[in-house]
């Protein structure tokens, strides 16, 4: 394993190959994992406070979200309304086919005023998305600075009709403002919500993607999201790989694609934790082992400052056949390997899914079941999918559609253990929010508190 | 020899700190001079001035404040430092493509002058995002208030419009907020120049709903309409509506020939005489 070590309070690059050698001109791809590693919270710190925010909330008040979802969005607007600080600012933006702006940026000092006005917004009227996300990025636009954090949720079922409609163009958009300082997370509601838009326009504007059903669903959600942004070491966080001689280099569920240079946004690093990478290499014949890959990590810090780490090389010996047949594995690493590349096996389970090809979706579950060395995750994840094809395809896509971003790119501990590990609930309730492994994404995983409990009913803390 | 600290004062002196404004109280001519000099002096430019007719516009609009009245002359009104950063900071946004409406919700949720100075400094410049976002292009309504009348153009009267009135130079809070509308002297601007313009006033008003349909910001409804207006606007000049004219020729006392000639066409001799001789043959197997 290559490590390069970092001055203090530097985060650092791991390299971890599948297996520590390479066959030359093999027909099979060479898999590494890398991993981009905050350090500890220092420890004379009793806190490190977050950077303030700049929180725009764009609700969808159309009349497709009639009752439970705007119900879910409006409890959900309060309830973060009333977890922020009294640095942080809100904006609170209302749309049908009509932009309303309830209440431009302002300091959260009178949270009960403020959810008055946003539980005086109801459901009426066509969906201009679009016009609405705009209008929140208008109000924070202004008043962007490196040392706040701006951010919009946008609360919708995504059933856009009015407006900029092409899902292209919206996520054009969404980019351009994350590229300013300004990032989209999403809140998909309702049992239709459009999942492609809202997971699209998240993924472009480098926030995070959720749904749910109520406002003790989302809860979860949003209190890993705050969780993240409050424990945030690095932000926008972005790897790049550029292949060595001879050497094709694929991102594993990369987005973008720069000529030579693959890359992939990988969203905020907490302290105390990593983010992680799937390189694929095909080697050719004139590779140099010592060069076969160089991977660059670019970031944002608390203030506001773009800072660049690397490049890391990877370098592997080159071994024949024999050897690397017993070339031993880490488990951990195959583990996090798997499932990325699982994650990107469900993808085209979705589309089978999305096509009405039920059985052949099935069919492959049960083919990803017995792929060996699969952790015990992501086979209860694949088992949760496929029982939900059965009872609702329409929630089983949307459950795909979240699953695999989540198994993609979903932060992990700072320590390299435990993914190969059988999956302990208990430990994993333990564990920060944003680092629980889940199996449905759009329900709460905390079992739902009694009446007057504390659980769920609490704002979730920024 | 300069200090730290004057290079530190001179380099980090914040924008409302330069204003120098607390003597400041005047008419809005004197209002928009003031304005004008303090902007172009911190380096902003010509599109950046203020006339009179301009803070009378924003004063009708309600983005600034109502003046105080002077005590030796209760007909005048006394602009003073709030207005003064009114006026500064709606000119800055105003160029940088800030809707009336944002503005004017803008200062009235920063109705004091230690809100006014924060929300300066804090916007002196764009930011990358408001310049992706917002279309810096100056308002339509400012560009046609900062352009010096001429003869015969529109002169709000004291009926249209409540600033020249007597009775509002009263020292009061903010006026109330207008609800939102384009103004009507832009309409009349804008009629007026359909009325006025030399080509068809179809195709002036066609052009008229071109432009509007660039915007960004039109409703659905006001494009769904828009689309409509054009489809029923003639693309061409068209034919020219004909002028009919009839002429009686009394042939005998017994015979009367009414013609319609189209009055585009000049018939030459030959073809006057040849439908003349027409006329008389018909005339003649007609009836003999």
């Given at each position: 394993?290559?490590?390069m070590?970092?001055?203090?309070?530097?985060?650092?690059?791991?390299?971890?190959?599948?297996?520590?050698?390479?066959?030359?001109?093999?027909?099979?791809?060479?898999?590494?994992?890398?991993?981009?590693?905050?350090?500890?919270?220092?420890?004379?710190?009793?806190?490190?406070?977050?950077?303030?925010?700049?929180?725009?909330?764009?609700?969808?008040?159309?009349?497709?979200?009639?009752?439970?979802?705007?119900?879910?969005?409006?409890?959900?607007?309060?309830r973060?309304?009333?977890?922020?600080?009294?640095?942080?600012?809100?904006?609170?933006?209302?749309?049908?086919?009509?932009?309303?702006?309830?209440?431009?940026?302002?300091?959260?000092?009178?949270?009960?005023?403020?959810?008055?006005?946003?539980?005086?917004?109801?459901?009426?009227?066509?969906?201009?998305?679009?016009?609405?996300?705009?209008e929140?990025?208008?109000?924070?636009?202004?008043?962007?600075?490196?040392?706040?954090?701006?951010?919009?949720?946008?609360?919708?079922?995504?059933?856009?009709?009015?407006?900029?409609?092409?899902?292209?163009?919206?996520?054009?958009?969404?980019?351009?403002?994350?590229?300013?300082?300004?990032?989209?997370?999403?809140?998909?509601?309702?049992?239709?919500?459009?999942?492609?838009?809202?997971?699209?326009m998240?993924?472009a504007?480098?926030?995070?993607?959720n749904?749910?059903?109520t406002?003790?669903?989302?809860?979860?959600?949003?209190?890993?999201?705050?969780?993240?942004?409050?424990?945030?070491?690095?932000?926008?966080?972005?790897?790049s790989?550029?292949?060595?001689?001879?050497?094709?280099?694929?991102?594993v569920?990369?987005?973008?694609?720069?000529?030579?240079t693959?890359?992939?946004?990988?969203?905020?690093?907490?302290?105390?934790?990593?983010?992680?990478?799937?390189?694929?290499?095909?080697?050719?014949?004139?590779a140099?082992?010592?060069?076969?890959?160089?991977?660059?990590?670019?970031?944002?810090?608390?203030?506001?400052?773009?800072?660049?780490?690397?490049?890391?090389?990877?370098?592997?010996?080159?071994?024949?056949?024999?050897?690397?047949?017993?070339?031993?594995?880490?488990?951990?690493?195959?583990?996090?390997?798997?499932?990325?590349?699982?994650?990107?096996k469900?993808?085209?389970?979705?589309?089978?899914?999305r096509?009405?090809?039920?059985?052949?979706?099935?069919?492959?579950?049960?083919?990803?079941?017995k792929?060996?060395?699969?952790?015990?995750?992501?086979?209860?994840?694949?088992?949760?999918?496929?029982?939900?094809?059965?009872?609702?395809?329409?929630?089983?896509?949307?459950?795909?559609?979240?699953?695999?971003?989540?198994?993609?790119?979903?932060?992990?501990?700072?320590?390299?253990?435990?993914?190969?590990?059988?999956?302990?609930?208990?430990?994993?309730?333990?564990?920060?929010?944003?680092?629980?492994?889940?199996?449905?994404?759009?329900?709460?995983?905390?079992?739902?508190?009694?009446q007057?409990?504390?659980?769920?009913?609490?704002?979730?803390?920024? | 020899?300069?200090?730290?600290?004057?290079?530190?004062?001179?380099?980090?002196?914040?924008?409302?700190?330069q204003?120098?404004?607390e003597?400041?109280?005047?008419?809005?001519?004197?209002?928009?001079?003031?304005?004008?000099?303090?902007?172009?002096?911190?380096?902003?430019?010509?599109?950046?001035?203020?006339?009179?007719?301009?803070?009378?516009f924003?004063?009708?609009e309600?983005?600034?404040?109502?003046?105080?009245?002077?005590?030796?002359?209760?007909?005048?009104?006394?602009?003073?430092?709030?207005?003064v950063?009114?006026l500064?900071?709606?000119?800055?946004?105003?160029?940088?493509g800030?809707?009336?409406?944002?503005?004017?919700?803008?200062?009235?949720?920063?109705?004091?002058?230690?809100?006014?100075?924060?929300?300066?400094?804090?916007?002196?410049?764009?930011?990358?995002?408001?310049?992706?976002?917002?279309?810096?292009?100056g308002?339509?309504?400012?560009?046609?208030?900062?352009?010096?009348?001429?003869?015969?153009?529109?002169?709000?009267?004291?009926?249209?419009?409540p600033?020249?009135?007597?009775?509002?130079?009263?020292?009061?809070?903010?006026?109330?907020?207008?609800?939102?509308?384009?103004?009507?002297?832009?309409?009349?601007?804008?009629?007026?120049?359909?009325?006025?313009?030399?080509?068809?006033?179809?195709?002036a008003?066609?052009?008229?709903?071109?432009?509007?349909?660039?915007?960004?910001?039109?409703?659905?409804?006001?494009?769904?309409l828009?689309?409509?207006?054009?489809?029923?606007?003639?693309?061409?000049?068209?034919?020219?509506?004909?002028?009919?004219?009839?002429?009686?020729?009394r042939?005998?006392?017994?015979?009367?020939?009414?013609?319609?000639?189209?009055?585009?066409?000049?018939?030459t001799?030959?073809?006057?005489?040849?439908?003349?001789?027409?006329?008389?043959?018909?005339?003649?197997?007609?009836?003999?």
């Open positions: 394993m290559e490590v070590n970092p001055p203090m309070n530097q985060p650092k690059i791991e390299i971890l190959p599948l297996k520590k050698g390479f066959l030359r001109a093999a027909a099979d791809a060479t898999h590494v994992l890398v991993r981009f590693v905050a350090p500890a919270k220092p420890a004379d710190a009793t806190e490190t406070p977050r950077a303030p925010l700049d929180l725009a909330l764009v609700i969808d008040r159309s009349s497709s979200m009639s009752g439970r979802p705007i119900a879910a969005a409006l409890e959900s607007a309060v973060i309304v009333r977890g922020l600080r009294d640095d942080d600012r809100v904006t609170i933006v209302a749309f049908d086919d009509h932009i309303e702006v309830v209440q431009s940026l302002i300091a959260v000092t009178d949270r009960e005023a403020l959810a008055l006005r946003i539980n005086a917004i109801d459901a009426r009227g066509s969906t201009n998305l679009f016009g609405g996300w705009e929140g990025v208008k109000q924070l636009a202004p008043f962007t600075r490196k040392d706040r954090i701006a951010r919009v949720i946008l609360l919708s079922d995504g059933q856009a009709n009015q407006g900029l409609l092409n899902e292209q163009e919206i996520f054009a958009q969404v980019a351009k403002a994350a590229g300013a300082g300004i990032t989209t997370s999403t809140v998909g509601l309702g049992h239709g919500f459009n999942e492609s838009l809202m997971t699209g998240a993924a504007g480098e926030g995070v993607a749904f749910g059903q406002a003790d669903d989302l809860d979860e959600a949003f209190e890993e999201q705050f969780a993240i942004i409050s424990n945030s070491f690095l932000r926008q966080v972005k790897v790989v550029q292949g060595g001689s001879d050497v094709q280099v694929r991102l569920g990369e987005i973008l694609e720069n000529g030579a693959r890359s992939r946004k990988l969203g905020t690093l907490p302290w105390d934790a990593s983010l992680v990478a799937v390189i694929e290499l095909k080697i050719g014949a004139l140099k082992a010592d060069a076969l890959a160089a991977v660059n990590f670019e970031a944002i810090t608390k203030e506001g400052e773009k800072v660049k780490f690397g490049p890391a090389l990877i370098a592997l010996p080159e071994v024949d056949l024999v050897a690397f047949s017993v070339l031993p594995v880490d488990a951990d690493v195959a583990a996090l390997i798997d499932e990325a590349l699982v994650a990107e469900i993808e085209v389970i979705e589309a089978l899914t096509s009405h090809k039920f059985a052949e979706a099935k069919l492959a579950f049960e083919e990803l079941l792929r060996p060395g699969l952790s015990d995750w992501a086979k209860q994840k694949i088992e949760y999918l496929k029982r939900l094809l059965d009872e609702d395809a329409v929630m089983a896509a949307k459950e795909m559609r979240y699953g695999r971003t989540r198994m993609m790119s979903q932060t992990k501990e700072s320590t390299m253990a435990c993914y190969s590990m059988d999956v302990d609930d208990s430990a994993e309730a333990m564990k920060a929010s944003y680092l629980r492994r889940k199996r449905a994404d759009g329900q709460a995983s905390k079992p739902k508190p009694p007057g409990g504390t659980t769920g009913g609490q704002p979730p803390q920024a | 020899m300069l200090t730290a600290e004057c290079l530190y004062s001179t380099t980090m002196l914040k924008l409302s700190a204003l120098n404004d003597e400041f109280l005047g008419t809005a001519e004197d209002l928009a001079a003031f304005v004008s000099d303090k902007l172009a002096s911190l380096g902003f430019g010509d599109r950046h001035r203020s006339t009179e007719r301009l803070v009378r924003y004063a009708y309600g983005l600034l404040s109502k003046p105080e009245r002077a005590p030796d002359d209760r007909r005048k009104a006394n602009f003073g430092p709030l207005q950063r009114q500064l900071l709606a000119r800055l946004l105003a160029e940088r800030w809707d009336l409406d944002r503005i004017r919700t803008l200062l009235h949720e920063n109705r004091i002058i230690a809100q006014l100075n924060k929300l300066i400094d804090e916007l002196a410049t764009p930011t990358e995002a408001e310049k992706l976002f917002f279309r810096t292009r308002s339509e309504e400012v560009s046609l208030l900062l352009s010096e009348p001429d003869a015969g153009s529109f002169k709000p009267s004291r009926h249209a419009s600033i020249y009135s007597s009775r509002d130079f009263s020292p009061s809070a903010m006026p109330s907020p207008r609800p939102s509308r384009k103004t009507s002297y832009s309409t009349v601007q804008q009629l007026r120049q359909i009325a006025d313009s030399e080509e068809s006033p179809a195709e008003l066609r052009m008229m709903i071109k432009k509007e349909m660039a915007r960004d910001d039109l409703s659905p409804a006001a494009r769904n828009f689309e409509q207006l054009l489809a029923f606007n003639p693309t061409s000049r068209g034919d020219e509506p004909k002028t009919e004219r009839w002429t009686k020729l042939l005998a006392h017994w015979c009367e020939a009414h013609f319609n000639i189209d009055s585009r066409i000049t018939p001799k030959e073809e006057l005489q040849g439908i003349v001789d027409n006329f008389s043959k018909a005339l003649m197997n007609k009836y003999l």
